[in-house]
């Protein structure tokens, strides 16, 4: 790999590597965005610790965990290579052809069924505006919004508010995705003794903020029987059609599943979930993006 150019001021360099690893998470994702070694970065941030005059990072189990004070000092970089960045585009844009361009991250199966019907109300009022549309996993929906790689995200809470703001889409709680014909479909409610014995499709552990019925199971000491692990929001509903097994879902997602004809039944105890609509906190005011969230907020009603 090639080292960080040498041309660039030490204070910039130590910057930049510093703020990649904030947004990244670890200085090895950084050393990818920055196509540098994993030690330069390491090293680099050594070096800018010592010129912060105190350590920015503290480790646990999850990796590098931001202090406040990186936060702060973070904000106000991110703003003055926002600034380049926003020169330089200027420069190259000055000679082409501008178009509204809209990026929106949201979870696998959202972006089949709500996503669509978002864009399709949307072109009938900015019909010149263009899309890109990124399935991806909470966390990755995040990552994209942290980067700019995406204007806005569909997600679900917790999300860290040093970093973003939201606006409310919809509160869901818990349920029970059947096939029509399944005993259980019939039930007012699914409880977790019902679960036993009955074959899983689970979203993976790595990819889901919350494991209701399989962690229920795991208390209570029993074997859940997983039939099929996914990484892909919403998707559980694809092997539930064919009969493979059931799953534990909630109303937002499950809403989007209309399509496979599932019978979606209430589970008990629920957790509850809040589906929000966000983005990067402290960016430019975007008349473009605020549009795009209060005709996703009024649809989050209905979807």
């Known amino acids: ?17 510093f703020r990649e690893i904030i947004r990244c998470g670890s200085t090895r994702r950084a050393a990818k965005a920055l196509g540098i070694t994993q030690s330069a970065v390491s090293q680099q941030l050594k070096l800018f610790e010592e010129m912060v005059g105190e350590k920015l990072f503290v480790r646990d189990r999850r990796g590098l965990i931001p202090t406040t004070r990186a936060i702060e000092i973070y904000n106000k970089i991110d703003r003055y290579f926002e600034t380049l960045i926003r020169i330089e585009n200027e ?96 039930k007012d409610k699914v409880t977790v003794d019902d679960l ?64 496979f004809n599932l019978k979606v039944v209430p589970f008990h105890p629920p957790a509850t979930y809040e589906y929000v609509v966000f983005w990067r906190r402290g960016g430019a005011r975007n008349p473009q993006r605020e549009k795009l969230v209060d005709v996703i907020i009024s649809m989050g009603s209905h979807a």
């Open 1 to 17: 790999m090639n080292e960080l150019d040498d041309s660039a001021g030490l204070g910039f360099r130590r910057a930049r590597a």
């Open 196 to 259: 036993s014995g009955e074959r899983l499709i689970v979203l993976e552990r790595e990819f889901a903020s919350h494991q209701t019925g399989l962690n229920a199971l795991l208390y209570e000491g029993r074997n859940p029987v997983i039939k099929v692990r996914t990484d892909a929001v919403g998707f559980v509903a694809g092997y539930v059609a064919e009969g493979l097994g059931i799953s534990i879902a909630n109303e937002f997602i499950a809403r989007q599943c209309a399509l």
């Open 91 to 186: 420069i190259t844009g000055s000679f082409g052809t501008v178009r509204d361009s809209m990026t929106i991250a949201a979870p696998h199966l959202v972006c089949l069924s709500f996503v669509p019907k978002l864009i399709k109300q949307l072109d009938q009022t900015e019909p010149l505006t263009d899309f890109y549309v990124r399935a991806q996993g909470y966390d990755q929906i995040a990552q994209s919004i942290l980067t700019q790689e995406a204007d806005i995200g569909i997600s679900r809470l917790p999300l860290d508010d040093r970093f973003f703001e939201w606006r409310t889409i919809a509160m869901s709680k818990s349920v029970c995705l059947v096939p029509s014909e399944h005993p259980l479909a019939d």
